[in-house]
């Protein structure tokens, strides 16, 4: 059974910095992207960032561009999300995501590209 457990989540102050994780387990993803997506109150759940599978390369949403920063440790079967900087409107349920698509070559991850999610953690960020 696959389990994707995020951790890290909180209450911090605007302008401060929390690292979320999110750790794996019942299989690997070393050949697939793996990802973290957002759900604010009343808002859909969407796109944060993503990393392929290599490591390497990384995308993020545009709001979060230059602040939040996503890696990996496979070894661990582990993913990361770096949040500096935080803004009252990254307030939201974060989840990590695993992607359906083994190998993938593109530059587009949706909700409907993921194959395996976790449970969620809030970050709240007072202003």
């Known amino acids: 059974q696959v389990q994707l457990v995020e951790s890290g989540g909180g209450l911090v102050q605007a302008g401060g910095s929390l690292r979320l994780s999110c750790a794996a387990s019942?299989?690997?993803?070393?050949?697939?992207?793996l990802g973290w997506f957002r759900q604010a109150p009343g808002k859909e759940r969407g796109f944060v960032a993503a990393i392929k599978w290599g490591g390497i390369r990384t995308y993020y949403a545009d709001s979060v561009q230059g602040r939040f920063t996503i890696s990996r440790d496979n070894a661990k079967n582990t993913w990361y999300l770096q949040m500096n900087s935080l803004k009252p409107e990254d307030t939201a349920v974060y989840y990590c995501?695993?992607?359906?698509?083994?190998?993938?070559?593109?530059?587009?991850?949706?909700?409907?590209?993921?194959?395996?999610w976790g449970k969620g953690t809030l970050v709240t960020v007072s202003s």
């Open positions: 019942g299989r690997t993803f070393n050949n697939y992207a």
């Open positions: 995501a695993a992607d359906s698509r083994r190998y993938y070559s593109g530059t587009y991850f949706s909700n409907d590209d993921m194959a395996f």
